[in-house]
Nanobody, 125 residues
């Protein structure tokens, strides 16, 4: 049974940083595409970042390009999201997701089979 557990969310002032981590069990970090997605109250879920199996390729939404970095630690079986220069508009529930098979856009949430329960990120101005 695959389980994903996010951690690292919290409250921070604009310009600050947070590092989210997604711990995987029942699967390995190196055998899936991994994505981070977010959803703010009253808004639709949106893509944030994705990483290919093994970490060779990364993908970012335009809104976070240059500020966020996705990475995976195969030894710890985690996928992390380093978030820098945070803005109030980054406030949302952040979810990690795993896709054992993906043949399209890695930032499309429809490809992702397994999802975590989410971790809240709040950025104040």
């Amino acid at each position: 049974q695959v389980q994903l557990v996010e951690s690292g969310g919290g409250s921070v002032q604009a310009g600050g940083s947070l590092r989210l981590s997604c711990a995987a069990s029942g699967t390995t970090a190196s055998s899936n595409y991994w994505g981070w997605f977010r959803q703010a109250p009253g808004k639709e879920r949106e893509e944030v970042a994705a990483i290919s199996p093994g970490g060779g390729r990364t993908f970012y939404a335009d809104s976070v390009e240059g500020r966020f970095v996705i990475s995976q630690d195969n030894a710890k079986n985690t996928v992390d999201l380093q978030m820098n220069a945070l803005k109030p508009e980054d406030t949302a529930m952040y979810y990690c997701a795993a896709a054992p098979l993906l043949v399209g856009n890695p930032l499309n949430p429809e490809w992702y089979t397994y999802w975590g329960q989410g971790t809240q990120v709040t950025v104040s101005s």
